[in-house]
């Protein structure tokens, strides 16, 4: 479906609530892009150990998408 990883899949599907994806983003730094701006796709945050807001956005929406759940991201912007 997302064309991950038997390991990857294994992983996302371990995460299998909001609190245990939570948890995760939690566990792993933050992604300052110290080398230019970047958007890394969920395999890459796991490969990297590292997301910024979107990034862990897009994790957690494939964990909950393999769960069944309809993830919903929002984007709140400040000026």
Same mark, same amino acid.
């Given at each position: 479906?997302?064309? @991950? ?70 984007? @709140?912007?400040?000026?």
């Amino acid at each position: 479906m997302f064309l @991950l990883t038997k390991e990857e899949e294994v992983f996302l599907r371990k995460l299998n609530s909001p609190a245990k994806i939570q948890d995760y983003l939690d566990s792993i730094p933050f992604n300052f892009e110290k080398e230019g701006e970047t958007c890394m796709s969920p395999r890459r945050v796991m490969r990297e150990k590292k997301a910024h807001c979107i990034e862990g956005g897009f994790l957690a929406a494939a964990a909950l998408l393999l769960q069944g759940r309809r993830p919903l991201i929002l984007n @709140l912007k400040v000026d």
